[in-house]
């Protein structure tokens, strides 16, 4: 507990620099653009565009439980994506910031959350694409789409514990960043995000359900359409939370255990 406080403690002393940093992260991904950050928005919705037509004209996919599949769709996609990025960009933030880890005395344990904070950006336009498509397409939501934050909490604190390892361990063994990307890839098939997960058997879906990020996933279509509060779902959340904090615990840990060596590797 006295290491959670001082990590709070630190990312909030440190909030002026976090939020400097991650707004160069954005910034630095339109340079030389024409559109500029215009292609926040575009990028999601020609993804989601391209998956609906593929899969609800070319494969004729029904609407899921009365449900349109393109807000279905994108209510899955939605926590996926952040969560995908967070991870994957966090695998590469000690080693793009080497050059601050050499030079100076420098909170490293905030990197991860630059690269949380900046993804938030990307995050926000797949929910306005949400909100539009729940308004163009009739579907009625209600008080619960705001427990939509506590899900995007659980997903924050979930990528945080995992950006910490994976962010550790890429400065020693740089496949880790590739690996990572691979995992990413299989998770988002391997994930109910195109597919209704009780198509499945009851041993298949139980064991699909041990995935924590399907929890997240379920919770958003939960918030948006639903309208199902995460009460209802008491063991689960147990379950969910039993696995983030132990991954987050485990992240603090690595990285802090490895910080010292990061100037003399990189």
């Known amino acids: 507990m006295s290491r959670f406080l001082r990590f709070i403690h630190l990312i909030f002393t440190q909030r002026q620099l976090i939020l400097a940093l991650s707004k160069r992260e954005i910034a ?69 910031y080497a050059h601050l880890i050499k030079k100076s005395v420098f909170p490293s344990q905030i990197l991860p959350v ?17 909100l539009i498509l729940l308004v163009f397409q009739k579907v009625s939501f209600g008080i619960y789409a705001l427990q939509f934050f506590y899900y995007l909490f659980c997903l924050s604190a979930l990528a945080l514990g995992i950006g910490w390892i994976v962010a550790a361990l890429n400065v020693f063994i ?48 939960d918030s948006f359409i639903y309208g199902v509060p995460f009460w209802e779902h008491p063991r689960y959340t147990l379950y969910f939370w039993l696995v983030t904090v132990c991954c987050f615990l485990v992240g603090a840990m690595v990285f802090r255990k490895l910080k010292g060596q990061f100037a003399d590797v990189l």
């Open 114 to 130: 630059v690269k949380l904070v900046s993804s938030m950006f990307t995050h926000a336009a797949f929910i306005l694409i949400l």
């Open 28 to 96: 630095s991904q339109y340079i030389g653009s024409m559109l500029g950050i215009v292609w926040t928005f575009i990028q999601p919705a020609v993804m989601i565009f391209v998956f609906w037509f593929v899969f609800s004209v070319g494969f004729k996919t029904k609407p899921m439980n009365d449900v349109p599949f393109a807000v279905w769709l994108t209510a899955g996609m939605a926590p996926w994506f952040v969560f995908s990025e967070i991870v994957v960009k966090s695998a590469g933030a000690i080693v793009g």
């Open 174 to 221: 740089r496949d880790v960043g590739q690996i990572v990307a691979v995992i990413m890839q299989v998770g988002f098939w391997a994930t109910p995000i195109f597919w209704d997960i009780n198509i499945m058997s009851p041993k298949i879906q139980a064991f699909l359900k041990l995935n924590p990020v399907f929890y997240i996933i379920q919770g958003y279509r």
